[in-house]
């Protein structure tokens, strides 16, 4: 439970909004942009480093790790969780991909770019993964370069693919199907193809020297991320508790938890701490995460695809 002193101060912030005058939509609130050029370079070494969830901003990453590779380029790939800051910081290019997250990316994601050495005018590049339309996948892609030119990069690209979403909250477990049904269970080969093309168009953005500049725009989205709207959504869950009798002690709730908010010894969640990733529910094999949210009960993301009979095609360098 938040302190009546965040409370207030939220309370506050909301009601300054509300006598704000009308600002016009799609104006720059910030612009991207190197603090230096960078040289024509071949690209030797590369990083391509993911924050993932249920997997989908993961097999991009994935993807564009293995067309780097294709052209000779040496890459460190991984979770933001799992790889050297120190090495993926001496590379030719640096590539950092989350999903968005409440119309912007993780604070997990951008703990870890301010965790990063000076990257010393290094290229750097972007890519989102959005369960929808909507979703202010643009300004979230931006605020991974904004990090990373506060540490030094160069900004050379930025790119957003959608995918099913995977947002937990919307799976309830009353629910018979999906309605109306996707018409395609994204990402695809088509998204596979964009994501090769994007790491080529990266390829040559670096060996032709090129820099890009990046304009987040005020949007209803944009302008909502400065309220927490996670912290607005916490007050509609309920009952977030791992289940003793369903859990098998796997630890999978406990790996994917950005927050360490999960004790397996005592089967309860930090909800506290917890920032509704939904890390927990949406990749319990055993459906042993509790959560309700408007009194409903909820089911992960993998149960969901179960119930729907819905299945992803892997791309050709995953299927091994």
Known sequence: MESRRTFLKKSALIGAA????????????????????????KINTAAVVWYSQTGNTQKCGKVLAKTFEKTGITVINGEVRDVDRIKI?????????????????????KDYI???????????????????????QHNAACSILEGLVQKQGVPVGLKAFMTISSY?????????EISP?????????????????????????????????????????????????EWWTK??????????????????CVEKCPTDSI????????????????GCINNCEYQAVNMEYSKEKIIGF?????????KFELPVELRT
């Open 235 to 252: 007050l509609l869950v309920g009952n977030h508790t791992i289940i003793e009798e369903k859990c098998v002690g796997c630890g999978t």
């Open 302 to 310: 993998k149960e969901f695809l179960k119930k729907n009979n819905l």
């Open 89 to 109: 910081s001496e590379v030719d290019l640096l590539v950092i991909g989350a999903p968005v997250f409440y119309y912007d990316i993780p604070d997990f994601v």
């Open 168 to 176: 937990a909250l919307n799976f309830k477990a009353s629910d018979k």
């Open 114 to 136: 301010q965790s990063l050495p000076d990257l010393k005018g290094t290229p750097v590049a972007a890519y989102v993964t959005f369960g929808g339309p909507e979703g202010n």
């Open 181 to 229: 049904k996707p018409k395609a269970i994204l990402p695809d080969q088509n998204t596979y193809k964009n994501v090769r093309a994007y790491a080529e168009f990266l390829n040559s953005e670096v060996e032709q020297g090129h820099t890009s500049v990046f304009k987040k725009t005020l949007t209803s989205r944009e302008f909502s991320t400065y309220f927490g709207p």
């Open 18 to 41: 509300a006598t704000l005058p009308a600002i016009p939509s799609g104006c720059t609130i910030s612009t991207i942009e190197a603090n230096t050029s960078i040289e024509p370079r």
């Open 263 to 278: 004790d397996l010894d005592t089967f309860t969640v930090n909800t506290d701490n917890c920032v509704l990733c939904c």
